[in-house]
């Protein structure tokens, strides 16, 4: 396998192979800046010039521009706070801190660093898991994909903070707005008063454009400090420096990128919350969603991963996690390719060829993200009474790319308008984004699951008891942990003397 | 700091155009109602979409006689109704890189993918267009299925409609083969529950494989999953395990399915000749036709209103992945687009890219397929009405009328 693999990379290093790679990696930066243009788009737009092309080609041109979406969707999400794709939601809720405190450039540096790095760990970890796959996912049915959904509905809680109930409610509020349009396993639609639109449900990026990004545009024209906030204050060295420091971080982020867009079924968005999940609760002194640069680094490692993963079962069972591994699929029956179990045998070649262009797409990628991150940073420096206007623009075209209906833009300004008085009124909005993102698997699996097993069938598959187990211990562990504390506190001011604040 | 703030603003302004520029490649021009009529359409989209071909010469000589009825700047909307990616799409796009080679006048063609519904946005949009000649529709099974199915939101009525090439992808219906070794009689005995059919949805393209199972008698003893995503999706469940019935397209079932060996092909739905008579697909014929496997269970010739309901599916399945033109739109238009087809079919290179895609030399055009879509006009109310209440009845099929 690895003389094949350097057979591959020679094969792609050839000039021509290169320069569409290059071509790939300059429309898959554009693409990830806009908000609402993710890599399905961008993949579109790139099939009618595959007729004729040799798939080597073609892949590179392909997997550049997937590659670096997601690296290059950063720099809308932290200047801005407008997520360049879906899979940038997460990166704003630190990212948009740091910018405003003028720490920008930093902020771009450790996202693409980082970035980068949970990129060629997928391409790893594809690689490795090509002889591996299939026994993996094979153990994966809808029971334990469903006790998988539950699990990120549960660490909702993460995000609560405080006010407890108002966290709840919100993702609960999610989970309903999830259920509107098609139902997943049955044959009817809900809550769509007839309207045709309404019948694909509510697309995620108006709900994040509307909860996120409207509220700030809102807060910035209405503060009364109306001065442009960047002194551009560090620098993309440092944020070098802080991704170094966070490596292990690195590594848990492309680990859990990586296995949710393993598994077919679950959806890519959910592969950056679940990694900022996790670093919430396993870093110290957290100040997440206030500026903390590993709030950055956790999910930008994580959404490039994903795409690694993601090809897994994309190639070996021609099934597509996301829109953006759809084209693919159909890119490779223009070429004749047919995805499957014959990927590692026949088609050996081209799999490595996309495993060598995740990772040079991916540096390559990130050294242009860094030519371009200067200048584009200085637009933090315009008065927001002309930046806004600008920005309102783009949101507003990003979101019409949703469905490209006139429904999008009053979804959009609903969700503005929700996300502005939640934003006012201290609810936190991450459980209502995740609420929306876990619904409609969480119920497609759960449907399946009953259709299929009985209860007790269902509750006896060791995966299932597996995941139950790590759910409990979360749950509980986050409330023992506190009651023993509690106890320990009690227990020890009793005793008077030496208590350890 | 004045200067430093005029440059970001240029950047900024630079970013913006490209903002609107791609914006307008993305959404490709879709579902503007008015954007049928061609020339208009935003420089964006021709220059990055379509291929364009202004060399090609076919229609050069017929151009000083008469004048085409397509123009070089025209542009021919393909509606597909599903999102890009999948097989409708691909068929799709074929056309779009191929089909302006042919047409005199050599208009540009443009594949437009407005999804939604399972089908059914996009057919709307297209059937409430203007017939100008300017506008095609790229049908799929699912879509087609909502019709025969009476399905209340789909607007577009088929017998409006002319098709213009069909490119039939008949289906395999496979049963694990630990439930099943290929015996029609052992499925006479076969356990309860031992046969698990999991789809998507009954109200889609998987209504055939449920009026197969029933036609066969097997349905009563059947447990139905639905709700996978996919038939990608389902073909991985069956191979965990969680189901043991999968229909799946006759490419994907000789690329894939053949070798893993873990399927027993039940039955497919063969085409009818003249007579009416099924036969098996050529490029599946090692697998019995429906009928056939009746014939092995029972051991007497199948007849009835499911007989029927699965004879109409054969027709259907003809049509399955065709292109489509209203039958009102402008004679020259169609004469253009049907002259364009049969030349396509010729063309060498075509034919071996859409053998890439379809797997298969088989693609209808001209009279032949004008008597297909007389046959399928002609399936019977009474025979459709009897699928739709057993869909509606039995499996809860939602917003079908009958």
Redesign the interface.
């Known amino acids: 396998m690895f003389d094949a693999a350097i057979h591959a990379l020679m094969v792609l290093l050839d000039p021509v192979r290169l320069l569409f790679m290059f071509l790939g990696l300059i429309m898959g930066i ?2 990830g ?2 908000p ?2 993710g890599g ?2 961008g ?3 790139l ?3 595959l ?1 004729g092309m040799d798939p080597y080609t073609a892949m590179a041109l392909l997997i550049g521009m997937v590659a670096i979406t997601h690296t290059s969707d950063s720099i809308t999400s932290i200047l801005f706070g407008v997520p360049g794709t879906s899979g940038a939601q997460c990166t704003v809720m630190d990212g948009y801190p740091l910018a405003q405190k003028g720490e920008a450039a930093r902020a771009l540096g450790a996202a693409f660093i980082s970035s980068m790095f949970g990129g060629i760990v997928g391409a790893v970890i594809l690689f490795v898991s090509i002889p591996m796959a299939k026994p993996i ?2 153990t994966f ?2 029971p334990e994909l469903f006790m998988l959904c539950l699990f990120g509905i549960c660490m909702i809680g993460v995000f609560t903070g405080k006010r407890r109930l108002r966290g709840i409610m919100a993702g609960l509020f999610g989970l309903l707005v999830g259920t509107v349009g ?1 139902a ?6 809900r809550y769509t008063f007839g309207l ?1 639109y309404l ?2 449900g509510v697309a995620l990026i108006l709900v994040t454009l509307g909860l996120f990004a409207i509220p700030e545009m809102i807060g910035l024209l209405s503060s009364s400090a109306m001065k ?1 906030t960047a002194k551009l204050a560090g620098s993309s060295w440092q944020g070098f420096k802080d991704v170094l420091k966070n490596k292990w971080l690195v590594l848990q982020g492309s680990a859990i990128g990586t296995f949710v867009g393993f598994l ?2 679950l959806g890519g968005s959910i592969a950056d919350w679940a990694a900022y999940t996790l670093a919430k609760k396993t870093v110290k002194n957290e100040q997440f969603g206030k500026g903390d640069i590993r709030g950055i680094i956790a999910p930008e490692s994580s959404n490039n991963a994903k795409e690694g993963g993601s090809l897994i ?1 994309t190639l070996l ?4 996690g996301s ?1 953006t591994t ?5 890119g490779f ?4 390719i ?1 995805a ?3 990927m590692i045998t026949d088609h050996l070649d081209i799999t490595l060829t996309i495993v060598w262009t995740l990772v040079l797409a991916n540096i390559f990628g990130t050294a242009l993200c860094f030519l371009i991150s200067k ?2 940073s ?2 933090r ?3 927001p009474n ?2 806004v206007p ?1 920005v309102l ?2 949101i507003f ?2 979101a ?2 949703a ?3 006139w429904g999008d833009y009053i979804l959009l300004m609903c969700f503005g308008v929700l996300g502005w008085v939640m934003r006012d009124l201290g609810w936190p909005r991450i459980p209502f984004i995740i609420g929306i993102i876990l619904s409609q698997s969480a119920e ?1 699996y759960l ?2 699951s009953l ?2 097993y009985e209860a007790w069938e269902l509750l006896s598959r060791p995966g299932v008891i597996i995941i139950g187990l790590l759910i409990l211990l979360t749950f509980l562990g986050g409330i023992l942990s506190n009651k023993l504390k509690a106890i320990f506190h009690t227990f020890f001011n009793k005793k008077g003397a030496g208590v350890p604040s | 700091m004045r200067r430093m703030k005029r440059s970001g603003f240029l950047v900024f302004i630079g970013f913006l155009v490209f903002a609107l520029l791609l914006a307008a490649c993305g959404s490709g021009s879709s579902s503007n109602g008015s954007s049928g009529q061609a020339g208009s359409s935003s420089t964006g989209t021709s220059s990055s979409n379509t291929s364009s071909t202004g060399t090609s010469s076919s229609g050069a000589s017929n151009a000083a006689e008469t004048k085409p009825f397509y123009s070089s700047r025209d542009v021919i909307e393909i509606v597909v109704p599903f999102d890009a990616g999948g097989g409708t799409d691909a068929v799709a796009r074929l056309f779009q890189k191929y089909l302006p080679n042919f047409i005199d006048g050599n208009p540009k063609v443009q594949v437009v993918n407005i999804p939604g519904s399972g089908g059914v946005k996009g057919a709307n949009d297209y059937a409430q267009r203007k017939p100008d000649g300017y506008s095609l529709l790229q049908s799929s099974t699912s879509l087609i299925m909502q019709y025969v199915l009476g399905a209340e939101a789909l607007k577009l009525d088929y017998k409006t409609q002319l098709p213009l090439i069909a490119t039939p992808g008949p289906g395999v219906t496979v049963v694990s083969n630990k439930v099943y070794s290929g015996d029609p009689k052992e499925l006479l005995n076969i356990p309860k529950d031992a046969l698990i059919y999991g789809s998507q949805t009954p109200g889609g393209a998987s209504a055939k494989t449920v009026l197969m199972l029933e036609f066969l008698k097997l349905a009563d003893k059947t447990k139905f999953v639905w709700g996978y995503e996919g038939t990608s999706n389902a073909w991985l469940a069956f191979q965990q395990g969680e189901i043991t019935v999968h229909s799946t397209p006759a490419n994907v079932y000789l690329n894939t399915i053949v070798d893993e060996g873990i399927a027993v092909p039940l039955a497919q739905i063969g085409y009818l000749d003249e007579n009416g008579i099924m036969h098996r697909h050529p490029e599946l014929s090692d697998v019995p036709t429906i009928i056939e496997v009746y014939r092995e269970m029972y051991g007497e010739e199948p007849s009835g209103p499911l007989f029927d309901a699965v004879n109409a599916m054969a027709y259907v399945d003809e049509l399955s992945k065709s292109l489509y033109m209203p039958k009102d739109a402008p004679a020259e238009a169609i004469a253009a687009i049907k002259n364009a087809m049969e030349k396509m079919v010729q063309d060498k290179e075509f034919r071996s890219e859409a053998y890439k895609v379809l797997e298969s030399e088989n693609m209808i055009i001209g009279e032949s397929l004008d008597k297909r879509n007389e046959s399928f006009n002609k399936i019977s109310e009474d025979s459709l009405n009897y699928i739709r209440k057993l869909l509606a009845e039995k499996y809860g099929v939602k917003g079908l009328k009958y």
């Open positions: 554009i693409i800046i806009l609402g243009l399905m788009t993949m579109a737009l099939l009618p010039f007729f996912i094979n049915g809808s098609a997943p396993a049955a044959p009817e639609y045709l019948e694909n442009s077919p079924g079962p069972f021609g099934i597509p829109g759809a084209v693919l699929l159909l029956m223009l070429l004749g047919q499957g179990p014959k200048p584009m200085k637009v420096s315009i008065n002309k930046l600008f623009v783009i075209i990003g019409y790319q469905t490209n209906d497609r449907f399946l259709q299929r």
